[in-house]
Every structure is written in structure tokens, then in C-alpha cells.
């Protein structure tokens, strides 16, 4: 799992990008705050992965899965 | 001089790094406004800059801006900021005079990196006809620079935000998508030929542009900074109590900008340009996510929107074309309906 809490974007989207080029089938990346959770969705989508989001109360996890 | 990139020293960007306008309002609820009858605009409207009438002829325009870096290179930096001060005067309809650094210095910064930004603000003012007479540095753990500036206008051609009529045209002078970009940079993901065009974008005065609105008969005019088109057309709309109809397909931006903002190089101000536009905004027809994004982005130094009378609206358009770096129609105004600002 990526830990991307307490960054602020665009840092969350470059971790997830600099993972993604292991090109995995699916990847977690935890964030705490809105902005990230919404920018890590575009970024996961333009990627073609599916993305789901876990709201843990002030933390969010994001599951993508191609 | 050492190699620091700028924008690696703080956290947002530009005028990024503005505080929402939701916010803005929460925090200056219940202070204490005095009132003066030669106060022509102050703070109990949200507009670029303050008025104070001297005289029949003259208005003092006053306005600070500052902000983190938006570009590495500490020169271009210091023109950017400074450009972006006094476009508050220029959009006002005045003539900006005088001006004062105010800069936050880091660590990292070294005393040519200092130098430089301050150079970059100087080079800005004396183009403008400004100068800049002292200032004030103070340490702190992210770099910042800007103007307080002083300027004049005719109070009889004071443009404020809130007086667009039923019927204008709104005019937009510079392409949008610059918070995107320079999110997107901050990831070396913005070719260095579209920085350069960037930047110089951001530090082209807003001076002509208020040359040629003056010779027409505009009503309202705003820059179009931290609040996004949407924030600053919305305020516009809401102070003139008007409806404002933006026409997607018309707004200019950088087509780069499409794609980094489906990638998710979305800046958090957009986000809360959304926010408190969303409450008094209806989408007409579907806009595609990346657009509405650029819709609501941030932008640094931005260009005028300017809402002239219908007759005028051609032959304006014209001289901006011809005597500035570009402009385009993006929008008209009409008399209040529903909700404050239409996206059609």
C-alpha cells in the first residue's frame, strides 16, 4: 500500500504514478484528504483502473483494480 | 547563484495558494467596517482593489497581493508576482504609481536567489510606469513575494466587479488552465516550450487591455485570479445582481491542460472554486469533467473579464485582438434569474 497521507497534491497522484510503473493488476494508496481522493479517481480512471474508495473517517483508501 | 527550483520550496502555488472565497467570507464576518463617504469601493464587496476619493478628478486605487512560487527561476518568478499585483489597479481602470515589496524569505534561499526575485519585481514595475519605493522582508519557512500598490483612476471610470448590466458582452483576455499546468509541472509533466509560454503569459501586463476597455463603454470588469472564471464571473453575476451565461465552448485555454486535469493534476483551489460557486450555479448541458475543471482553476496573473455594453462588444473584441495579446467572447449577461451563473 502506498501511505500518501499528509501530502498534498499533486504528490499523492506522482507516488501513484511513479508505483504504477510496475504495471500491477491492482494497487491501494491511503490519503486524507479530498482533493487527493478525488484527483487519485481521475488519475486511476484515465490509467484504466477501476477505483473504489473506503472512507475511514478522516482517512480515505483507494482500491484500483484493472 | 545556486540551482534552487523555486517551486520546490513551497507547498502550493501562485495564487493557488489563495484562501477559498467561502473562507474569505467566514473570516472577515463581524469585523468592524467603518464607513466613509469618499470610500468609493472597500472591503464590504469582494473586488480587486480599494477606492478613495481624492478629489473630482482623481481616486486612489490601493491593493496587495503576494504569493509562493509559481515559476523555478527566481527572475521570472519576482515578474510574475509584481504582474499579477498590479493587475488589481489595472483592473479597477486605474493606473498603478507606486508600489512595495512584500517578500517572505526561506533557508534555501540564497542572497542572489533573493536578489533575483526582487530584480524580476523591478524589471515588472518600471515596465509599468511604477516605482517601487521600500518594502518589508521577513523570514519564514516558504518563500513569497508580491506588491502593495498604489495607483490613481477617474472616479468617473472606477470599474468595479459589481456593476455589469443585462445585455453585456463578458470578455476574456487570457486562456485559462495555468494552476492545472503548474500543478501538473510541479511532476515535470508540462513540456518546457509550453512553461516558457506560460510564464510569459503570466507576466504580460494587464495595461493594454485596460487601454482599450477605457475607450469603450464597459460596465464591470475583474481579473481573473485565484478564484477561478467561475468565482470571479460568479462574484460578478452575484454583486450586479445579474445572471452571468458562460459558454463553455468559447472560453479559451491551453489545450494541455485538457488531459493533465483527466489525469487528476487538478489544484485543491479548484476544488474550492467549486465549492462555493456550485450552490448558485446550473450546468446548462454536460460539461466533460476536464473542462470543468479548467472552468474552476486557479490562475495566476490572469487576464481581465470585462463586461461591455452589447454595442460595444464587436468593436472591443477587435481592439483587444489587435492591440493585445488576444481575446474571446465567453459569455453575456442578462437579468437575474434562478441562479447567478448559467454554463451553457
Same mark, same amino acid.
Given at each position: ?25 491492482? @494497487? ?5 484528504? /479530498? !482533493?487527493? %481522493? $478525488?484527483?487519485?479517481?481521475? @488519475? ?5 483502473? /477501476? !477505483?473504489? %474508495? $473506503? ?12 | ?344
Amino acid at each position: 500500500m502506498i501511505d500518501a497521507r499528509g501530502r498534498s497534491c499533486p504528490e499523492p497522484v506522482l507516488m501513484l504514478r511513479k508505483a504504477m510503473t510496475s504495471k500491477e493488476a491492482s @494497487y491501494e494508496i491511503m490519503v486524507d484528504n /479530498r !482533493v487527493s %481522493v $478525488e484527483n487519485i479517481t481521475r @488519475y486511476g480512471q484515465h490509467e484504466g483502473y /477501476r !477505483v473504489t %474508495v $473506503e472512507d475511514r473517517e478522516d482517512e480515505y483508501l483507494l482500491r484500483l483494480e484493472k | 547563484m545556486s540551482d534552487i527550483q523555486m517551486t520546490k520550496l513551497a507547498n502550493c502555488a501562485g495564487c493557488g495558494a489563495k484562501v477559498g472565497a467561502g473562507m474569505l467570507a467566514q473570516l472577515l464576518e463581524g469585523l468592524p467596517v467603518r464607513r466613509d463617504e469618499r470610500l468609493l469601493v472597500g472591503y464590504d464587496r469582494s473586488d480587486d482593489a480599494s477606492v478613495y476619493l481624492i478629489d473630482e478628478h482623481t481616486a486612489l486605487v490601493q491593493t496587495v497581493d503576494f504569493f509562493p512560487p509559481i515559476a523555478d527561476d527566481p527572475f521570472t518568478f519576482g515578474q510574475i508576482a509584481a504582474c499579477n499585483a498590479l493587475s488589481d489597479v489595472y483592473a479597477m481602470g486605474g493606473e498603478p504609481r507606486l508600489a512595495l515589496n512584500i517578500m517572505t524569505v526561506s533557508r534555501e534561499m540564497d542572497r542572489e536567489t533573493i536578489h533575483a526575485v526582487l530584480r524580476g519585481g523591478y524589471e515588472k514595475a518600471y515596465e509599468a510606469g511604477v516605482i517601487i519605493t521600500g518594502g518589508h522582508t521577513i523570514e519564514d519557512s516558504e518563500p513569497k513575494y508580491g506588491l502593495a500598490v498604489t495607483g490613481f483612476a477617474d472616479p468617473k471610470r472606477i470599474l468595479k466587479n459589481c456593476t455589469a448590466r443585462p445585455g453585456d458582452v463578458l470578455i476574456l483576455t487570457k486562456p485559462l488552465g495555468v494552476g492545472i499546468l503548474c500543478t501538473a509541472a510541479k511532476g515535470d509533466l508540462v513540456p518546457e516550450a509550453l512553461m516558457k509560454r506560460l510564464h510569459a503569459q503570466m507576466m504580460t501586463l494587464n495595461r493594454a487591455p485596460r487601454d482599450c476597455m477605457l475607450r469603450f463603454e464597459t460596465h464591470s470588469c475583474t481579473d481573473v485570479t485565484g478564484f477561478s472564471l467561475m468565482g470571479h464571473a460568479y462574484e460578478m453575476a452575484s454583486g450586479s445582481g445579474c445572471t452571468i451565461h458562460l459558454r463553455a465552448g468559447d472560453v479559451p485555454y491551453h489545450r494541455e491542460a485538457w488531459e493533465l486535469a483527466d489525469m487528476g493534476f487538478v489544484p485543491a483551489g479548484a476544488y474550492r472554486n467549486r465549492d462555493y460557486v456550485e450552490p448558485d450555479l446550473c450546468w446548462a448541458r454536460e460539461i466533460p469533467l476536464p473542462l470543468q475543471d479548467i472552468l474552476f482553476d486557479p490562475q495566476t496573473s490572469g487576464g481581465l473579464l470585462i463586461a461591455v455594453a452589447e454595442k460595444d462588444g464587436e468593436s472591443l473584441l477587435r481592439a483587444l485582438k489587435e492591440e493585445t495579446g488576444g481575446a474571446s467572447v465567453v459569455g453575456y449577461v442578462t437579468e437575474k434569474g434562478p441562479k447567478a451563473l448559467i454554463v451553457e
